[in-house]
Every structure is written in structure tokens, then in C-alpha cells.
T-cell receptor
Framework: GAGVSQTPSNKVTEKGKYVELRCDPI?????LYWYRQSLGQGPEFLIY????????DSGLPNDRFFAVRPEGSVSTLKIQRTERGDSAVYLC?????????????FGPGTRLTVL | GQNIDQPTEMTATEGAIVQINCTYQ??????LFWYQQHAGEAPTFLSY????GLEEKGRFSSFLSRSKGYSYLLLKELQMKDSASYLC?????????FGAGTILRVKS
């Protein structure tokens, strides 16, 4: 398909472990976003990439969270020393250029459960 | 918080019209989006408003008043498949700031 894809769809891990979540954006989209959604809430912004660089990482909750996009396409969100409070659905979105009416298209998300 | 407020839940009857309101803080406003999200699925784009007025797209319309910090999503001829959460999101800079969503239940 031509949409945003995310892997894995579900991830269960133990407290203290390291996890990586992957996002494959729509081909040709230069802007990529990570959001986190807890039950009963709207998505909460984490980080925005324009090309390979993180243009805005103001939403990352602390230094256990890190994201990369080395070739300007696929992105990986990395969480170190996971905590139970990190349990949520992690959504990735991409858009053409990141400006104005530019629409963000979301992937299906990765449901992370930290035991 | 970012103060985007929308009702938590609404119920409407199949075939009817429903209006979902959203209010937001006007500082840093750069456009307003509505998304639909079915349980366990990704948000899907419905509409975008940046100027005052009504944007119509089939059964769905969205209205914006920038001076009042107010928007609504209007759904006409409701169908059972419209049962979902509807998310209001304000663009601030490059990011979207979302409300908590309104769960719409359509009953027959």
C-alpha cells in the first residue's frame, strides 16, 4: 500500500528494557512526525523531522526518548529503560512538506505495553 | 495544557445531523484540522480550515471562527459507520495539538 506503515503493530516489553519502533512514511513525504496516544486522549506530539534533521523535538518527554531518520525516509523511535508510564500507542505521520495546509497522514500505530 | 476543548461523548440517530464543537486558545494558531478515528485504528483526515467560514465536503462540513477560537464539524445523514472518535487539532508551528476527541455513537 501507499500509506504510512509502522512496525511492530504490538510490542510488549519489561520495565527497564530498550525498544525500537519503526515508521515507513509515504514515498516522497519530506516531513515525518511521531505522536503518542494514551487511552481516551488525543495524540500528543513528540518530534518532527524535515528531511534527515529533527526540526522540533520539544515533545520528547525526557532523554530516554530518541528518534532518528538517517536517510530522510524511514524513522526509528528509540526508548531506553522503558517505564510502565511509557505504555501507549505510538503514531507516526508524514506530510509532503510540513507547511500551511499540509495534511499529516497517520500510520496504524505501534501499541507499546511495558509490564 | 494547550486548551483544546471538545465534548467527551455524543449520541445521535442514524439519518440525523450532528454538530461537534471545538474551542481552542487562539495564540499561535496556524490552521485547524478534523480527524476521524475508529477504535484501534489510525486517525484519518477529514477537513482543514485556516480562514473563517464553512468548508463543505460531501456529508461532512467544518466551520471556523478565528476571532472566537471556535470550530465545529457537522455530519449530515448519519450512518452507523460514522460511530467513531472525532479529533479536533490546531496547527501550531509544524505540529498538531489535539483535543481529547469526541466519541460519537450513532444509534439506529
Amino acid at each position: 500500500g501507499a500509506g504510512v506503515s509502522q512496525t511492530p503493530s504490538n510490542k510488549v516489553t519489561e520495565k527497564g528494557k530498550y525498544v525500537e519502533l519503526r515508521c515507513d512514511p509515504i514515498s516522497g513525504h519530506t516531513a515525518l512526525y511521531w505522536y503518542r496516544q494514551s487511552l481516551g486522549q488525543g495524540p500528543e506530539f513528540l518530534i518532527y523531522f524535515q528531511g534527515t534533521g529533527a526540526a522540533d523535538d520539544s515533545g520528547l518527554p525526557n532523554d530516554r526518548f530518541f528518534a532518528v531518520r538517517p536517510e530522510g525516509s524511514v524513522s526509528t523511535l528509540k526508548i531506553q529503560r522503558t517505564e510502565r508510564g511509557d505504555s501507549a500507542v505510538y503514531l507516526c505521520a508524514s506530510s509532503l512538506g510540513g507547511q500551511g495546509s499540509d495534511t499529516q497522514y497517520f500510520g496504524p500505530g505501534t501499541r507499546l505495553t511495558v509490564l | 495544557g494547550q486548551n483544546i476543548d471538545q465534548p467527551t461523548e455524543m449520541t445521535a440517530t442514524e439519518g440525523a445531523i450532528v454538530q461537534i464543537n471545538c474551542t481552542y486558545q487562539t495564540s499561535g494558531f496556524n490552521g485547524l484540522f478534523w480527524y476521524q478515528q475508529h477504535a484501534g485504528e489510525a486517525p484519518t483526515f477529514l477537513s482543514y480550515n485556516v480562514l473563517d467560514g464553512l468548508e463543505e465536503k460531501g456529508r461532512f462540513s467544518s466551520f471556523l471562527s478565528r476571532s472566537k477560537g471556535y470550530s465545529y464539524l457537522l455530519l449530515k445523514e448519519l450512518q452507523m459507520k460514522d460511530s467513531a472518535s472525532y479529533l479536533c487539532a490546531v496547527r501550531r508551528g509544524n505540529k498538531l495539538v489535539f483535543g481529547a476527541g469526541t466519541i460519537l455513537r450513532v444509534k439506529s
